[in-house]
């Protein structure tokens, strides 16, 4: 990506000095991005039967860097490797329900948001009589969230909870209907998916209240990719302003347990 811009600005330099500066004609207005997605979170982005990427975030991310005239290739990266290949430019976007955290910005640029959601916690039925997390905390259970999530970091606040870590959320959500834990957080979106999917959990668990935290969600870039944050923001601005995201987000079946922000 930088690569590319420090190109364009030599043959620029080119074209003042009065060197020639003919574009092929094949160049397209604006370089080939490439986004990240973590595929294994369920309605937000994961692949689908034919084994295609899908999802709300696929659909919102493919709509943003179009309307802003890009062309786009999509990569699968597990949620351990985004951040790190992101700041080494194997990718220029990241979108995988990301929540801004002032920890994060300082290492790296968030767009405007795109979606207010939270965490939800969700626990074994046959654990009686607790009714929050203090609770949780008073038996001394064993809950399970994604490792490096605001779910961990929230989980990390109650001592005496045993918090046990997964690569993947849906791994967390297997090791309790196992019993491997007494109760999984995460994402409300994913957190709710899961139980309407599944009527194993219906039966053996339920919520402990309802989301706990309202976080925001925005794409991750490079911080020296200024230029790129401006055309993200105007065209996801756009797209927000517009009704086009709140489709999306009817269309994926979002319900209550997130909301689409109105940008000011
Ligand atoms: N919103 C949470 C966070 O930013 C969890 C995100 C996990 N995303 C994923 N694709 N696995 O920490």
């Not at 370089?31 to 369920?42: C, R, Y």
């Not at 937000?44 to 493919?62: A, H």
């Not at 802003?68 to 351990?80: C, K, M, R, S």
């Not at 990718?91 to 948001?113: G, H």
């Amino acid at each position: 990506m930088l690569k590319r811009y420090l190109l364009k600005i030599v043959l620029s330099m080119f074209c003042v000095l009065g060197l020639g500066c003919e574009q092929g004609p094949q160049e397209a207005k604006n370089p080939k991005i490439v986004i990240a997605v973590d595929a294994t979170f369920v309605p937000m982005s994961f692949l689908n039967d034919q084994g295609e990427l899908d999802g709300f975030e696929v659909d919102l991310i493919k709509a943003v860097v179009k309307n802003a005239g890009f062309d786009y290739e999509l990569v699968n990266v597990e949620w351990g490797g985004l951040f790190g290949g992101l700041i080494t430019k194997k990718f220029d976007l990241v979108i995988s329900s990301i929540t801004m955290l002032e920890e994060r910005k300082n290492r790296m640029a968030f767009s405007i948001p795109y979606l207010q959601s939270g965490i939800a916690v969700l626990i074994r039925k046959d654990i009686k009589k607790v009714d929050s997390l203090e609770q949780l905390a008073e038996i001394k259970a064993t809950v399970g969230a994604q490792i490096n999530t605001t779910s961990y970091y929230f989980l990390q606040k109650y001592e005496g909870i045993k918090i046990k870590t997964y690569e993947k959320f849906g791994h967390a959500v297997i090791d309790m209907a196992n019993k491997g834990n007494d109760g999984v957080v995460g994402d409300s979106v994913q957190v709710n998916y899961y139980f309407n999917q599944n009527e194993e959990l219906i039966q053996n668990a339920r919520f402990l209240g309802s989301r706990m935290t309202s976080e925001l969600y925005g794409i991750v870039l490079n911080k020296e990719d200024i230029e790129l944050k401006r055309e993200i923001d105007a065209s996801l601005k756009e797209l927000l302003q517009n009704g086009m995201v709140q489709k999306l987000h009817k269309k994926w079946n979002l319900g209550d347990f997130s909301v689409v922000p109105v940008p000011n």
